[in-house]
């Protein structure tokens, strides 16, 4: 009901704008805070990425997810924002560049570059090892500054949220598809998953598999990651910053209705995630028996259960707002046969997805779009009305588009580099890794680990011909003679050598000449 404010007493008018400026001040603090969380997901995608890939090319992938918030603030401070949610069509906006933008709308644009960044972190793992540090920064800037914001006009730009006299993007609207349905993708099931999962898909096949990938016979030859626990704690962190990512989609808390909403969709999140899990770790249980001494082995993997939990929760993101527990569990268990099947098909057909970007962003995001429609409150399951069926519609047309668009856009975009040979690292440094030779920081540098045996081990492998060790106590004394060491002045000269270890890490070595 609307109120005539001028029928208000002047006294009444003040507490109707204090309450205004105060729920305004409330809905900004609402979307700061849970940005901050979803922007902390770039920690989680950083450790992910790097406990999945070698340690020889930790750092690479490291610099890489540490870039994506900074190439996404800055392009999308520029460009994005303005192409997004600026004055124009339902197709583009034309204006905000640079800030030029109401201070009113500085939450959103945080909330709308925190997930800019995301859908190009979710690129980084799909060409992972092997692509080249000038290809990255490319991809991050056109999928930040121009094909996710123009995605996100279609399908989120509204005159009624943000009030500016713009047209509705296209999608949302409708109108010049199927009059009066709209496509339903709550938190960016297709917006942007199916967008990154896209744009990692066209790398991927243009940069081809690693080196050692497949065998001769084409089959796929499994390249483990170097650290379980980082890509565990990677996992851990994206899950978290899930909760924020589909909550925080409600964009307000101080409305009526606001806080069922964001609990409906936080509560969403972990039951298809919890969903998907446990149905991940059965499959990968069923189906990933080995052969040992004539007896079928399966194991229980913690890292196919993570990626499922995460398969699960980009599913939901379509429909988080709308569903019921039930739907979220349904949802949930599907995206984990998505995402498993998936991720052997995207392998069997000879595309190298290190991180299963695909089958975790872009299949489960399709997956998303589909359910939502199925399983939200007056959805074709519930309701079985025309209108759901027009939603299901909208969100399929919606998914051509964004897929369409998203291909139309990175495949020139890495061909060009690809013809260019700018695109993937040359084969010896894929083979030594591209920490040293890219950015002389390796992760784990020689000279900084060890458990103090080092000289020892490094003077016996000159070839001592005789050694004695005695234990005196805490001391370990160990004594041997070369037959010959290099002097001072570059002659071989016998040495007798004589180590003591303390037990404390700590070596005493004394080398006499003969």
């Known amino acids: 009901m609307e109120v005539n404010i001028s029928l208000v007493p002047e006294w009444g008018q003040q507490l109707i704008k204090l309450g205004t400026a105060s729920n305004d001040n409330l809905n900004n603090f609402f979307v700061i805070t849970v940005s901050m969380i979803v922007f902390l997901m770039q920690c989680g995608f950083a450790f992910l990425e790097a406990g999945a890939v070698r340690s020889k090319n930790t750092t690479n992938i490291l610099l890489k997810n540490l870039l994506d918030s900074s190439v996404a603030g800055l392009s999308y401070w520029a460009l994005g924002y303005a192409f997004a949610f600026g004055d124009g069509t ?12 109401p201070e009113a709308d500085l939450s959103k644009w945080f909330f709308q570059m925190v997930f800019a960044a995301t859908a190009a972190t979710i690129v980084s793992g799909g060409v992972a090892e092997r692509c080249e540090f000038v290809a990255y920064l490319t991809y991050s800037i056109v999928l930040t500054a121009f094909c996710y914001p123009v995605i996100t006009r279609w399908a989120w730009h509204s005159n009624v949220s943000d009030g500016h ?32 999962g896209v744009a990692a898909l066209c790398g991927a096949v ?4 690693r080196i050692g990938k497949y065998d001769s016979q084409g089959r796929a030859v499994a390249i483990p990651g170097h650290s379980v626990p980082l890509a565990a704690l990677g996992g851990f962190i994206l899950m978290f910053g899930f909760f924020a990512f589909n909550g925080g989609s409600q964009f307000s808390i101080s409305n009526e209705g606001d806080g069922v909403v964001v609990a409906r969709a936080v509560v969403n999140t972990i039951i298809s995630g919890s969903a998907a899990g446990v149905t991940t770790i059965l499959l990968h249980r069923m189906f990933s028996a ?9 194991t229980w993997s913690l890292l196919s259960t993570i990626n499922g939990v995460l398969g699960g929760m980009v599913a939901i993101c379509a429909g988080a707002n709308m569903m019921h527990m039930w739907g979220a569990f349904i949802t949930g268990f599907i995206s984990a046969l998505v995402y498993y099947f998936g991720s052997m098909l995207v392998e069997r057909i000879g595309i190298d997805d290190p991180l299963d970007a695909v089958a975790v962003h872009g299949l489960c995001g399709t997956w998303g779009l589909v ?3 199925l399983f939200i409150i007056d959805g074709i399951l519930l309701s079985g009305s025309r209108k759901s069926a027009e939603v299901l519609a909208m969100n399929l047309i919606g998914w051509l588009a964004i897929v369409i668009w998203t291909a ?6 890495f061909g060009l580099l690809k013809l260019c040979k700018m695109l993937r690292v040359e084969e010896d440094i894929e083979m030594k890794g591209l920490d040293i030779p890219k950015h002389a920081e390796p992760a784990y540098p020689s000279e900084a680990w060890g458990d103090g045996w080092g ?7 000159t070839g001592l011909e005789k ?5 005196s106590g805490s001391s370990i004394h160990v004594t041997g003679s070369s037959s010959e060491a290099t002097s001072s002045s570059g002659d071989k000269t016998p040495q007798e050598l004589s180590y003591v270890h303390h037990g404390n890490g700590a070596f005493q070595m004394e080398v006499e000449t003969k």
């Open 90 to 101: 339902g197709f583009i906006g034309g204006s905000g560049f640079f800030g030029t933008f």
């Open 290 to 298: 080995t052969k040992r001494n004539c007896i079928r082995h399966s």
């Open 467 to 471: 050694h004695n060790m005695s234990d």
């Open 165 to 196: 006299p713009s047209n509705v993007g296209w999608l949302i609207d409708g109108v010049s598809v199927i009059p009066g349905a709209a496509y339903h993708d709550f938190a960016g099931s297709g917006v942007v998953h199916v967008c990154g």
């Open 206 to 209: 243009l940069l081809g598999p």
């Open 455 to 461: 000289e020892f081990l490094k003077a016996t492998s």
């Open 408 to 413: 139309a856009i990175c495949l020139p975009m």
């Open 371 to 373: 359910a939502a429609p």
